[in-house]
């Protein structure tokens, strides 16, 4: 927000130059004056083409049948705790994200049911609340992580410890049925607790015995011990363990799946085989980490048919809801799917075009980053003269040669994770804009690991809906605003003032335009 202008350093009151206009880049999907045209299949459709149909589908991204014109999910807002079904742009397309923006416009928003594109509302995932479902869980905020496919804006379900979804299950196999399952979910953002799985569980939340669950899990838990890496890894959760194979040792087959997106897949037949795979969601082909004879004392299995999505199966009466995991598609299937399906899923997925970076962003340009504001849309993100604090202020044709340096950055792979950015001063190499108390510096980098989180920022389509935002990597409910012209990262709300709601979603989307310098 920006109140009447004070004097930093400069003063600099100029005429306000174009911003340049920058294309998304993406895969698979086109898009024309604004609106996604629907993919020609989704994943449902090659799984129905293979003899697996899907039993149950659910995405906060996209549609996962080609001909799907239905909610995606349904989000519901703090102020007044009305809610709305999120849909698509077109039938096929991606999500309409701009209708989330709109509705949840100066509140919060949280996600309340993914809903089932199957069309089964017994397979509609609704957040395990208070006196619900089994347990006490949360739903996850709306709008923790934007992101783009096919060049679109779309938000991940991003769940934390604490939040879970739930469907009592229709049509879902049970007892020894075979099935197949995927998900669409992040590398980087993950943790040890139990458990994050997407899949077949039990009906009454308790742990049923051996068998009773088929879900895929994914993060860093080594449940039997012995394992070899960080992860995080692609298991099964099959009640009473997560298997990285098909016993309880250690698979050295297994890879730890970084990417920011990941495919990762589970099927098992019900009585002696189970497959387990995994893939940058990207880019590149599915990596088989295990194919053989399910674990001992699993045969046959006792599925019984609900499903499961941020949590254990037997939560929350016994804590199993530490996980935390992004999810933004997965479905599962009647009957186990051909290597031969998985791949052309796989194949689907990467075509998407899911995507964290974005094109101005290309590590090694120079940027200038404008204000959107109205107040302030001819000033651009600098650092000021005689101080190493980062403002906003005009800079036009007529600047000096100083000036336009000092608001020109060059993007560099993100010093504490390479799939975002750091900005290096074109005029000050080695110095790199950080936020330190939440007020935004030019800093030399020190070589510290805290630095480098400090100094890494992760692009994202604009939380205005114009342009793009910067989220901090380290805080990532926090993004780069300038208020009182000064620079901070700051929340949608908070006890500091540069936290207020007011203007939060125009002050923190910024415009990428041509080089000062």
């Known amino acids: 927000m920006m109140p009447a202008r004070k004097t930093f350093g400069r003063l600099r009151r100029r005429l306000v130059v174009s911003s340049a206009a920058a294309a998304l880049a993406f895969t698979g999907l086109v898009t024309f004056g604004g609106t996604s045209q629907a993919a020609a299949q989704g994943p449902c459709d090659i799984y ?255 599925k019984q048919g609900a499903i499961i999505l941020g949590s254990g199966g037997d939560c929350c009466q016994t804590n199993r809801n530490a996980s935390a995991g992004t999810f933004y598609e997965g479905a599962m299937t009647k009957g186990y799917p051909s290597d031969a399906t998985d791949a052309a899923v796989q194949a689907n997925i990467a075509a998407a075009g899911y995507t964290t970076g974005i094109a101005p962003f290309t590590p090694g340009s120079r940027i200038s980053l404008k204000a959107t504001t109205s107040c302030c849309t001819t000033d651009y993100l600098q650092h000021d003269a005689g101080d190493d604090k980062v403002v906003i202020a005009p800079v036009a044709s007529g600047s000096s040669a100083t000036d336009k340096a000092d608001a020109t950055w060059i993007v560099r792979p993100g010093l504490a994770d390479s799939s975002c950015v750091s900005f290096e001063s074109a005029n000050a190499a080695g110095s790199y804009l950080r936020h330190y108390a939440f007020v935004l510096h030019l800093k030399a980098n020190d070589g510290t690991t805290q630095f480098a989180a400090d100094a890494t920022f992760c692009p994202k389509p604009g939380n205005s809906g114009t342009g793009y935002s910067l989220q901090s990597f380290n805080y990532p409910a926090e993004y780069v605003r300038h208020y009182a012209m000064t620079g901070y990262i700051a929340g949608n709300g908070g006890t500091n003032a540069w936290d207020t709601t007011s203007l939060w979603r125009e002050d923190t989307s910024w415009l990428v335009a041509s080089p000062w310098s």
């Open 48 to 302: 129905a083409a293979g003899g697996t149909p899907c039993v149950a589908a659910h995405s906060t991204t996209r549609a996962l049948f080609a001909s799907y014109n239905g909610p995606l999910y349904q989000v519901q807002r703090t102020s007044d705790n009305a809610v709305r079904d999120i849909g698509l742009l077109s039938a096929g397309g991606i999500a309409n994200a701009a209708a989330q923006d709109s509705f949840c416009a100066g509140t919060t928003c949280t996600i309340t049911r993914v809903y089932d594109q199957t069309g089964s509302s017994g397979n509609t995932l609704v957040y395990q609340g208070p006196g619900g479902t089994g347990g006490a869980d949360t739903a996850a905020t709306a709008t923790t992580e934007p992101m783009t496919v096919g060049g679109q804006k779309a938000y991940a379900l991003y769940i934390n410890p604490g939040n879970s979804y739930f469907a009592g299950g229709s049509g879902i196999p049970t007892g020894s049925s075979p099935e197949g399952a995927y998900m669409v979910t992040s590398g980087t953002h993950v943790n040890n607790g139990c458990c994050f799985d997407y899949g077949n569980t039990e009906t009454d939340h308790h742990a049923d015995g051996n068998g009773a669950m088929d879900a895929i899990n994914f993060g860093t838990e080594c449940w039997f011990g012995g394992c070899s890496g960080t992860g995080p890894w692609v298991q099964a959760d099959l009640e009473n363990g997560l298997f990285t194979g098909g016993s309880k040792t250690w698979n050295p087959n297994q890879v730890s799946e970084t990417s920011h997106f990941v495919t990762a897949m589970l099927k098992n037949n019900g009585t002696t085989r189970m497959a387990l795979q995994g893939a940058n969601a990207q880019s590149g082909n599915l990596t088989k980490f295990y194919d053989g004879a399910l674990p001992g004392g699993y045969n046959p299995m006792h």
